[in-house]
């Protein structure tokens, strides 16, 4: 690798997925306030709003390390006509999916790379995923099996794990759905020097 790259998130996901394509990189919290840029966000357009949360965190980065390349990524999850966001417990998580079992919802990966201040590139990928009807039984060893760690996640599930028992059907990229475009990022990590051609 002959560039520094930087991914700006907390996220075991994003992490796992770069480290599991052999991809070098540090790790750092963007630290940026998700709240005000949705409050402050014009667009109704949620994959927009991912991208833009992408940007925000790649940015956010990218002042305090000059030189390195920058990768942000997030993720929005469209359901019913509006956003959903993180559930805070573990009882909010088994309110939503309850209302989401049976029907279907989109999840908009976003992604941003920048340097030295600025973004160079930044796309989204969308997903198309079919809860299935599942019974309260089953969530209720879902969410006992799986834990806190779901309100990580914005449709507090994991496909990676438990989670996959959820859906019927799911129409789009695995990557995305973890939640990062992984194709797209490594192939503008391959055109920007931080991966080998």
Do not use: C
Not at 55 to 75: E, I, M, T
Not at 134 to 158: I, N, Q, T
Request: glycine share 10%.
């Amino acid at each position: 690798m002959s560039e520094r790259l930087i991914l700006a998130s907390r996220s075991a996901a994003r992490r796992a997925m770069l480290a599991g394509a052999g991809v070098p990189f540090e790790a750092e919290d963007a630290g940026v306030d998700e709240p005000a840029i949705k409050a402050a966000f014009a667009s109704e357009d949620p994959g927009a709003l991912a991208v833009e949360l992408a940007k925000a965190k790649a940015l956010a980065v990218s002042a305090r390390r000059p030189g390195a390349w920058v990768l942000g990524s997030d993720q929005t999850l469209a359901f019913d006509g509006g956003l959903i966001s993180k559930a805070p417990s573990l009882e909010a998580a088994r309110n939503r999916l309850r209302v989401m079992r049976g029907r279907e919802h989109q999840l908009h990966s976003g992604v941003a790379l920048a340097r030295d201040g600025q973004v160079v590139w930044s796309g989204v990928d969308t997903a198309r995923m079919a809860m299935r009807d599942f019974s309260d039984a089953f969530l209720d060893v879902y969410l006992a099996a799986e834990g806190e760690p779901v309100l990580a996640s914005v449709g507090a599930y994991r496909l990676e794990g438990m989670g996959s028992q959820l859906f019927d059907r799911v129409e789009g990229d695995y990557f995305t759905v973890l939640g990062m475009p992984l194709w797209p990022v490594l192939a503008e990590l391959r055109r920007v020097g931080v991966l080998e051609i």
